[in-house]
């Protein structure tokens, strides 16, 4: 029997191996069909100056200034200069190697214990969760300077709270002598990053210092990591940079900045329903559970109709969208010629506006009528139906429902932690989505909570009940990888001709250089997991100009693909 035990143990780690292998395989790919875009150009350059990167001394002048001129956040820009000096295709490898690293820290969160591979499971469901619920994935797990900024400092706090978290949990075993220098460094490294993480950090480790001076179980190096943290807080909030920054955005007032706070929680949620969806039914599963325990009768409902209709029009869209996108320009047409036209609106750059809209409608809603399926599918198979769920909630408060499951304390505490976060962020002159990244990442983790409770998980991820729910979580996942990956192989396709022409055009000593347009639309973007726009926005056309110390480029309508190959073989 003793053996059974350990075999069975190794055969769960060489899954969880397995599973991490996967997600760096395809991490590995995206990262090495995405092209170097926007600001990491600008970071090929010692920092505001046209000078290219040559050495590390480099490196270190270029951090100099950017400190002064642009922000604090020198952990990551020191890696994207390191990486823009050594080449690209070390931070392919590097960024893959991360992502699968950040998935098996949020499985050591989630158990609050050191070990993770023996949790295939999770580990497939932390990298399913991100690339189902991340803000603007491209830009934060994929785009160089991106990921460096968000997934890297993310994976560097979330290890520097590790033993804060095991600590509180009573499964610390790690060694207290050693912490008391690495956590000092790991709280300076992992508090430099993002300003609303390296606040949200800093509070939460002085408040862990004193809920463990409470309990009579500080340590000195809660308290060396906690002073790190606030250095590395005050490293990357007083930086000069920053206030250059403030400075342009002295015209947004407060109010600005709080309807700002509504718009990112907003999209944050929108990201995440299928997240939010499976936590629906998680807790639902875990009402009927105590309604059991408790002897409570969960009264009896009619499964009612299957959702054939919706299921109807999200084959049909999803034809569409892999075809000629008939269901959006119909809806269109519909809405011009019914609703437009006759209130005689006719404004040429609203038709403008509307038509790049409804280029990315099919994709968006055979995401949302996907996830609205797989949803109410699992509802039938599952019997978590509101109405029955709400005839056991009247017997049971909450109160009862957490003593029978204590995780979902620490679950909602996360999910919490989440929204605090944000609300760091309303000092901020922007809230752009990819700075979503560290809420949804607690988020995931708190949802993982709750979705590793034994009864939870034996009903999603084991019974035959909870198949509609794997089974549509795959195929929501497969959806969007493979569209992900094909779009990502025409850009690069495309771009590594156009680039080539740019730097050829620039080594003949050409100030402005004509290029083809870019035949890929830019509302294909999946959903934001595409990082990627032409030279007609300044983001994107000023770094390579700076890069190739060009003065313009100009997009040739005149021009294809096909041209710019033919200039560059004749040259």
Same mark, same amino acid.
């Given at each position: 029997?003793?053996? #059974?035990?350990?075999?069975?143990?190794?055969?769960?780690?060489?899954?969880?191996?397995?599973?991490?292998?996967?997600?760096?395989?395809?991490?590995?790919?995206?990262?090495?069909?995405?092209?170097?875009?926007?600001?990491?150009?600008?970071?090929?350059?010692?920092? #505001?100056?046209?000078?290219?990167?040559?050495?590390?001394?480099?490196?270190?002048?270029?951090?100099?200034?950017?400190?002064?001129?642009?922000?604090?956040?020198?952990?990551? %820009?020191?890696?994207?200069?390191?990486?823009?000096?050594?080449?690209?295709?070390?931070?392919?490898?590097?960024?893959?190697?991360?992502?699968?690293?950040?998935?098996?820290?949020?499985?050591?969160?989630?158990?609050?214990?050191?070990?993770?591979?023996?949790?295939?499971?999770?580990?497939?469901?932390?990298?399913?969760?991100?690339?189902?619920?991340?803000?603007?994935?491209?830009?934060?797990?994929?785009?160089?300077?991106?990921?460096?900024?968000?997934?890297?400092?993310?994976?560097?706090?979330?290890?520097?709270?590790?033993?804060?978290?095991?600590?509180?949990?009573?499964?610390?075993?790690?060694?207290?002598?050693?912490?008391?220098?690495?956590?000092?460094?790991?709280?300076?490294?992992?508090?430099?990053?993002? +300003?609303?993480?390296?606040?949200?950090?800093?509070?939460?480790?002085?408040?862990?210092?004193?809920?463990?001076? *409470?309990?009579?179980?500080?340590?000195?190096?809660?308290?060396?990591?906690?002073?790190?943290?606030?250095?590395?807080?005050?490293?990357?909030?007083?930086?000069?940079?920053?206030?250059?920054?403030?400075?342009?955005?002295?015209? /947004?007032?407060?109010?600005?900045?709080? =309807?700002?706070?509504?718009?990112?929680?907003?999209?944050?949620?929108?990201?995440?329903?299928?997240?939010?969806?499976?936590?629906?039914?998680?807790?639902?599963?875990?009402?009927?559970?105590?309604?059991?325990?408790?002897?409570?009768?969960?009264?009896?409902?009619? #499964?009612?109709?299957?959702?054939?209709?919706?299921?109807?029009?999200?084959?049909?869209?999803?034809?569409?969208?892999?075809?000629?996108?008939?269901?959006?320009?119909?809806? +269109?047409?519909?809405?011009?010629?019914?609703?437009?036209?006759?209130?005689?609106?006719?404004?040429?750059?609203?038709?403008?506006?509307?038509?790049?809209?409804?280029?990315?409608?099919?994709?968006?809603?055979?995401?949302?009528?996907?996830?609205?399926?797989?949803?109410?599918?699992?509802? /039938?198979?599952?019997?978590?139906?509101?109405?029955?769920? *709400?005839? $056991?909630?009247?017997?049971?408060?909450?109160?009862?429902?957490?003593?029978?499951?204590?995780?979902?304390?620490?679950?909602?505490?996360?999910?919490?932690?989440?929204?605090?976060?944000?609300?760091?962020?309303?000092?901020?002159?922007? %809230?752009?989505?990819?700075?979503?990244?560290?809420?949804?990442?607690?988020?995931?983790?708190? $949802?993982? $909570?709750?979705?590793?409770?034994?009864?939870?998980?034996?009903?999603?991820?084991? *019974?035959?009940?909870? /198949?509609?729910? *794997?089974?549509?979580?795959?195929?929501?996942?497969?959806?969007?990888?493979?569209?992900?990956?094909?779009? =990502?192989?025409?850009?690069?396709?495309?771009?590594?001709?156009?680039?080539?022409?740019?730097?050829?055009?620039?080594?003949?000593?050409?100030?402005? $250089?004509?290029?083809?347009?870019?035949?890929?639309?830019?509302?294909?973007?999946?959903?934001?997991?595409?990082?990627?726009?032409?030279?007609?926005?300044?983001?994107?056309?000023?770094?390579?100009?700076?890069?190739?110390?060009?003065?313009?480029?100009?997009?040739?309508?005149?021009?294809?693909?096909?041209?710019?190959?033919?200039?560059?073989?004749?040259?």
């Amino acid at each position: 029997m003793e053996w #059974k035990k350990i075999d069975c143990r190794e055969t769960s780690k060489l899954k969880g191996i397995m599973v991490l292998i996967g997600w760096f395989a395809l991490m590995y790919a995206a990262n090495a069909l995405m092209p170097l875009y926007r600001d990491d150009y600008w970071s090929g350059l010692i920092w #505001k100056t046209g000078n290219h990167l040559e050495s590390m001394g480099d490196v270190v002048l270029s951090l100099e200034r950017y400190y002064l001129l642009h922000g604090g956040r020198l952990v990551s %820009f020191f890696i994207q200069f390191v990486f823009m000096l050594v080449g690209k295709n070390w931070f392919n490898m590097a960024n893959a190697l991360v992502f699968a690293v950040m998935c098996a820290v949020m499985v050591m969160h989630v158990r609050r214990r050191i070990d993770c591979l023996d949790k295939p499971g999770l580990l497939f469901l932390a990298g399913l969760f991100m690339w189902l619920g991340l803000s603007h994935f491209g830009e934060v797990a994929i785009w160089l300077c991106g990921s460096t900024v968000y997934l890297w400092t993310g994976l560097f706090t979330a290890i520097f709270l590790i033993p804060y978290n095991f600590s509180l949990a009573g499964t610390m075993q790690l060694p207290d002598g050693w912490l008391t220098i690495t956590m000092l460094l790991l709280g300076v490294i992992a508090a430099c990053s993002v +300003e609303n993480l390296t606040v949200t950090t800093t509070l939460l480790v002085f408040w862990c210092c004193w809920h463990a001076h *409470r309990q009579g179980c500080f340590k000195y190096w809660m308290g060396t990591g906690a002073v790190g943290s606030l250095i590395g807080s005050v490293i990357c909030l007083i930086a000069p940079g920053n206030f250059v920054r403030i400075e342009e955005d002295q015209d /947004r007032s407060w109010l600005f900045h709080f =309807l700002n706070q509504i718009v990112g929680n907003l999209e944050m949620i929108l990201y995440m329903m299928p997240i939010i969806m499976t936590l629906v039914l998680a807790v639902r599963l875990l009402y009927l559970e105590t309604a059991k325990r408790r002897g409570i009768e969960a009264v009896p409902v009619s #499964k009612g109709q299957h959702p054939y209709l919706l299921l109807t029009i999200l084959l049909v869209t999803i034809v569409s969208f892999s075809t000629t996108g008939f269901v959006g320009q119909t809806i +269109e047409d519909a809405i011009v010629y019914g609703f437009f036209l006759p209130l005689g609106i006719n404004d040429l750059v609203l038709f403008d506006h509307f038509h790049n809209t409804m280029q990315g409608f099919e994709e968006a809603f055979i995401y949302l009528a996907g996830i609205a399926y797989v949803y109410l599918i699992s509802v /039938r198979s599952l019997g978590v139906f509101k109405e029955r769920i *709400r005839c $056991v909630k009247e017997k049971i408060p909450c109160r009862l429902l957490v003593e029978d499951f204590p995780e979902l304390r620490y679950g909602a505490f996360l999910i919490g932690l989440c929204f605090f976060n944000n609300v760091m962020m309303i000092g901020a002159p922007s %809230f752009p989505g990819r700075a979503l990244f560290s809420s949804t990442i607690m988020f995931i983790i708190g $949802v993982m $909570v709750i979705l590793d409770i034994d009864e939870v998980k034996e009903r999603l991820f084991i *019974r035959p009940e909870g /198949r509609n729910w *794997r089974v549509g979580g795959s195929c929501l996942l497969t959806f969007i990888v493979l569209a992900t990956m094909l779009v =990502l192989y025409s850009i690069w396709r495309e771009d590594t001709t156009r680039m080539a022409y740019i730097a050829q055009e620039a080594a003949a000593g050409k100030k402005v $250089v004509h290029i083809a347009p870019s035949d890929i639309p830019e509302q294909r973007r999946v959903l934001r997991h595409i990082a990627y726009d032409d030279f007609d926005t300044g983001l994107t056309h000023d770094p390579v100009c700076d890069y190739y110390g060009l003065d313009k480029i100009i997009i040739d309508g005149n021009m294809t693909i096909e041209d710019v190959k033919s200039q560059i073989s004749k040259k």
